[in-house]
């Protein structure tokens, strides 16, 4: 996988996170994921086509996707799970908001898709040219999970190979 496809969001939810949760966050865990995704809790999906394709899951326990949304409602929400599910969407269109600006500065065109709740319990493996990274990030309020697959559209990866042997 290429670096330049996930730096963004991995740059991006540590500067969402940290700023949104009031505190410093370290990424604690980072791992190619051959096999099909498991989900940990309460999770997000976006999907991107264009010149980069793919999708990107945020994923959190359902702990700790309570204490966020309570963090940020400034109150106990524990007892609304709508809430709690708006609130990790919420996070994840931050996250995609701040890698987007970051890939189109990069040149990459391509469509964002509204985030949805992903509740397969396990589902979208990676493919022959798409390996998942999932990154474990450690915040105040526990470990917040971000599954990124993306790959160069087959069109957009010849133009960059074809630019790199001219090079």
Known sequence: MRM???????????????????????????????????????????????????????????EVATKVASFLAGSEV??????VRETVCELANMVIGNSVTLLNDQGFRFKVFPPEIHMSEEGLAGTADTEAMVICIETQCGEIFLNISMHYLARRRQDRNVAAVMD
């Open 4 to 62: 330049e496809l996930i730096q963004p969001f991995i740059n991006a939810a540590d500067a969402v996170f940290s700023e949104s949760l009031g505190g410093p966050t370290n990424i604690a865990d980072l791992n190619m994921d051959e096999n099909a995704y498991r989900r940990k809790g309460v999770a997000a999906l976006i999907a991107i086509k264009g010149d980069i394709e793919g999708r990107v899951i945020l994923d959190l326990s359902p």
């Open 78 to 83: 524990a007892t609304s799970e709508q809430v």
